[in-house]
């Protein structure tokens, strides 16, 4: 099994999922403001001097490599040789907060702002920096310029009240929220962050209403369902916040965040009465400026705006450098970024104690697995796996790997465990079947190959598997066809499931059938070189050698495997002799 760091982050992103339209009004939108894009990349007016350009030039070029240091030492250069760049600046700026240099970004971010008093983005900069370093006068002072200057700046008003929150004025922060929603009353975060805001004054009654609203723009959204939930245990109603968190469960039955939740209030009165106490001791429901940044950082990272999503979540972790949670998402967009070895940094960061834990090494294993290290990923698996024992999705991803570095030993002791741990579910069946096969124990595959389908009729890579092996073993060949018949009734346009009919005519002596069933495989699966090889015997046998040839040339471009590749050569030295005899 191989996991995406995408696909991890994916998960958690799901609360945010569908509940703000991205195109729509009230989104993140790139809106220009004095020629500079604000919600994306700024732009950088090119550099005056010969020297500011190449050093400038060498910056984009390294960072578009993912050498981040290298691009700092060039921005530092250009910014030396054109220091009335304010674009520049700004680059310099988000480079130092990416690598957790903030003092440095700050003094960048202000001259910044000096060259271009209407720069909205410098501002921002200059605001999300103050307030990470504490200085939350400046923070505010910057969100209202920056609000004064745009005035449907969603980001400046979403911080502004968090900040408001922070120092406990929320009234002051339900007005901008207000301000927000007057101006877009489809503001989704508007309304449930003044939720949020009055949760936190203790006004629950107030804090439902903002809920409700929010839940009117997007029923599903767990972003509010989570805090509709919290809601009812701090109102003591558990049965309410149970419905919630089953109803959450439905669409994301792995939510540890609602299981634990439901572990508390199924475990009786006083156990609830402890949980009220500890919620409101973490002020769970508190609105902060690294609590918005975060899910806006998250807002980034889902609609694939990955620089501005590290920036946010870096600038976070200035302010809280124990935020584990954040420090797990940044090392998931530095995985997009494919910058792996400032992902693992962050990942090995993630302490044991964190519910981040074992999903920071899942993350640093496939990471690993990709630069095909395969001892640093099973260590990172196995460690995982310690804390999760019996978790077939770690083990099935520990079997993928074994099985990349061809230790079938311990891939099929591993899937032999999966199996008896669950026996009845077919896809561990296929998976060891398919490893026995690998270790040329052809008889055991055939076995587990036909409980797969015993337990699943329907299991068609488990029909096409048999009844490919019998093809290629030249054996059972009416059996052999009526399997993967079977599998192409249920994938009717599987290129692989073609092959092995193909396959089945070949070994029949049924060329021109096999021919027909061959050349509709390549079409659908053009870039596997064992069906072009197929296609390639095919011709040879039915007299086509010059399409043979281009069929046994095109497989060796495609071919990876040693075996393959000389067999391959040996066939392409025979068809020459073959080819001499026919013209004679």
């Given at each position: 099994?191989?996991?995406?760091?995408?696909?991890?982050?994916?998960?958690?992103?799901?609360?945010?999922?569908?509940?703000?339209?991205?195109?729509?009004?009230?989104?993140?939108?790139?809106?220009?403001?004095?020629?500079?894009?604000?919600?994306?990349?700024?732009?950088?007016?090119?550099?005056?001097?010969?020297?500011?350009?190449?050093?400038?030039?060498?910056?984009?070029?390294?960072?578009?490599?993912?050498?981040?240091?290298?691009?700092?030492?060039?921005?530092?250069?250009?910014?030396?040789?054109?220091?009335?760049?304010?674009?520049?600046?700004?680059?310099?700026?988000?480079?130092?907060?990416?690598?957790?240099?903030?003092?440095?970004?700050?003094?960048?971010?202000?001259?910044?702002?000096?060259?271009?008093?209407?720069?909205?983005?410098?501002?921002?900069?200059?605001?999300?920096?103050?307030?990470?370093?504490?200085?939350d006068a400046t923070a505010r002072r910057e969100y209202e310029k920056v609000i004064e200057l745009n005035p449907k700046s969603q980001e400046a008003y979403l911080f502004l009240g968090a900040t408001y929150a922070k120092q406990g004025d929320y009234g002051r922060a339900e007005q901008i929220f207000h301000r927000l929603i007057a101006l877009d009353r489809t503001s989704f975060l508007g309304y449930y962050y003044a939720g949020r805001v009055m949760v936190a004054a203790k006004n629950y009654s107030a804090a439902e209403g903002y809920y409700q609203k929010a839940l009117a723009l997007n029923p599903q959204s767990q972003l509010v369902l989570l805090d509709l939930a919290v809601l009812r245990e701090l109102q003591d109603r558990p049965k309410d916040?149970?419905?919630?968190?089953?109803?959450?469960?439905?669409?994301?039955?792995?939510?540890?965040?609602?299981?634990?939740?439901?572990?508390?209030?199924?475990?009786?009165?006083?156990?609830?009465?402890?949980?009220?106490?500890?919620?409101?001791?973490?002020?769970?429901?508190?609105?902060?400026?690294?609590?918005?940044?975060?899910?806006?950082?998250?807002?980034?990272?889902?609609?694939?705006?990955?620089?501005?999503?590290?920036?946010?979540?870096?600038?976070?972790?200035?302010?809280?450098?124990?935020?584990?949670?954040?420090?797990?998402?940044?090392?998931?967009?530095?995985?997009?970024?494919?910058?792996?070895?400032?992902?693992?940094?962050?990942?090995?960061?993630?302490?044991?104690?964190?519910?981040?834990?074992?999903?920071?090494?899942?993350?640093?294993?496939?990471?690993?697995?990709?630069?095909?290290?395969?001892?640093?990923?099973?260590?990172?698996?196995?460690?995982?796996?310690?804390?999760?024992?019996?978790?077939?999705?770690?083990?099935?991803?520990?079997?993928?790997?074994?099985?990349?570095?061809?230790?079938?030993?311990?891939?099929?002791?591993?899937?032999?465990?999966?199996?008896?741990?669950?026996?009845?579910?077919?896809?561990?069946?296929?998976?060891?079947?398919?490893?026995?096969?690998?270790?040329?124990?052809?008889?055991?595959?055939?076995?587990?190959?036909?409980?797969?389908?015993?337990?699943?009729?329907?299991?068609?890579?488990?029909?096409?598997?048999?009844?490919?092996?019998?093809?290629?073993?030249?054996?059972?060949?009416?059996?052999?066809?009526?399997?993967?018949?079977?599998?192409?009734?249920?994938?009717?346009?599987?290129?692989?499931?073609?092959?092995?009919?193909?396959?089945?005519?070949?070994?029949?002596?049924?060329?021109?059938?096999?021919?027909?069933?061959?050349?509709?495989?390549?079409?659908?699966?053009?870039?596997?070189?064992?069906?072009?090889?197929?296609?390639?015997?095919?011709?040879?046998?039915?007299?086509?050698?010059?399409?043979?040839?281009?069929?046994?040339?095109?497989?060796?471009?495609?071919?990876?495997?040693?075996?393959?590749?000389?067999?391959?050569?040996?066939?392409?030295?025979?068809?020459?002799?073959?080819?001499?005899?026919?013209?004679?």
């Amino acid at each position: 099994m191989k996991i995406a760091g995408c696909l991890s982050l994916a998960v958690i992103t799901s609360v945010l999922v569908g509940c703000w339209n991205m195109h729509g009004p009230g989104a993140l939108q790139s809106v220009s403001i004095n020629g500079r894009p604000f919600g994306g990349t700024p732009t950088v007016d090119i550099p005056h001097s010969a020297y500011a350009m190449g050093a400038y030039l060498k910056a984009q070029i390294a960072a578009d490599n993912g050498q981040r240091a290298e691009a700092l030492k060039n921005y530092e250069s250009a910014v030396k040789y054109d220091p009335h760049n304010a674009g520049l600046r700004v680059q310099l700026a988000n480079l130092y907060i990416r690598a957790g240099r903030l003092k440095d970004a700050l003094p960048q971010a202000r001259a910044a702002e000096a060259l271009d008093p209407g720069y909205v983005g410098a501002r921002l900069l200059v605001a999300g920096i103050s307030s990470a370093l504490g200085d939350d006068a400046t923070a505010r002072r910057e969100y209202e310029k920056v609000i004064e200057l745009n005035p449907k700046s969603q980001e400046a008003y979403l911080f502004l009240g968090a900040t408001y929150a922070k120092q406990g004025d929320y009234g002051r922060a339900e007005q901008i929220f207000h301000r927000l929603i007057a101006l877009d009353r489809t503001s989704f975060l508007g309304y449930y962050y003044a939720g949020r805001v009055m949760v936190a004054a203790k006004n629950y009654s107030a804090a439902e209403g903002y809920y409700q609203k929010a839940l009117a723009l997007n029923p599903q959204s767990q972003l509010v369902l989570l805090d509709l939930a919290v809601l009812r245990e701090l109102q003591d109603r558990p049965k309410d916040a149970i419905d919630i968190y089953q109803k959450i469960l439905q669409t994301d039955a792995h939510n540890e965040t609602v299981r634990k939740r439901l572990a508390e209030l199924y475990g009786g009165d006083n156990k609830f009465r402890e949980a009220i106490a500890q919620l409101q001791r973490q002020e769970q429901l508190e609105t902060n400026p690294a609590d918005t940044r975060t899910k806006i950082g998250l807002l980034y990272f889902e609609r694939g705006d990955f620089e501005r999503a590290a920036t946010e979540f870096n600038l976070v972790l200035g302010a809280q450098p124990a935020n584990y949670r954040v420090r797990y998402y940044l090392g998931t967009v530095y995985t997009e970024l494919d910058e792996n070895d400032e992902a693992i940094d962050q990942f090995r960061q993630i302490p044991e104690t964190d519910d981040h834990y074992v999903e920071s090494r899942l993350q640093m294993a496939y990471l690993y697995d990709k630069r095909s290290e395969y001892d640093n990923a099973l260590a990172n698996l196995k460690d995982a796996l310690r804390r999760k024992p019996g978790d077939t999705e770690i083990m099935g991803f520990m079997v993928g790997v074994y099985q990349e570095k061809k230790d079938y030993t311990n891939a099929i002791a591993l899937a032999q465990k999966m199996v008896q741990l669950q026996p009845r579910d077919d896809k561990f069946h296929f998976t060891l079947g398919a490893l026995y096969d690998e270790n040329h124990q052809k008889d055991l595959s055939a076995a587990e190959m036909r409980k797969a389908i015993e337990l699943n009729p329907s299991n068609a890579p488990a029909l096409n598997y048999l009844g490919y092996s019998y093809a290629e073993a030249g054996k059972h060949l009416d059996e052999a066809e009526r399997l993967i018949r079977r599998a192409l009734d249920i994938e009717p346009e599987d290129g692989f499931y073609i092959d092995s009919l193909g396959w089945v005519y070949y070994q029949r002596g049924q060329y021109q059938k096999a021919v027909d069933q061959l050349e509709r495989a390549v079409n659908l699966t053009s870039s596997d070189p064992t069906i072009t090889e197929h296609l390639g015997d095919a011709y040879v046998k039915i007299g086509k050698f010059r399409d043979a040839r281009q069929e046994y040339q095109d497989a060796l471009r495609k071919a990876q495997e040693p075996d393959q590749i000389h067999r391959l050569k040996h066939k392409l030295a025979e068809l020459g002799t073959g080819e001499e005899h026919a013209r004679h």
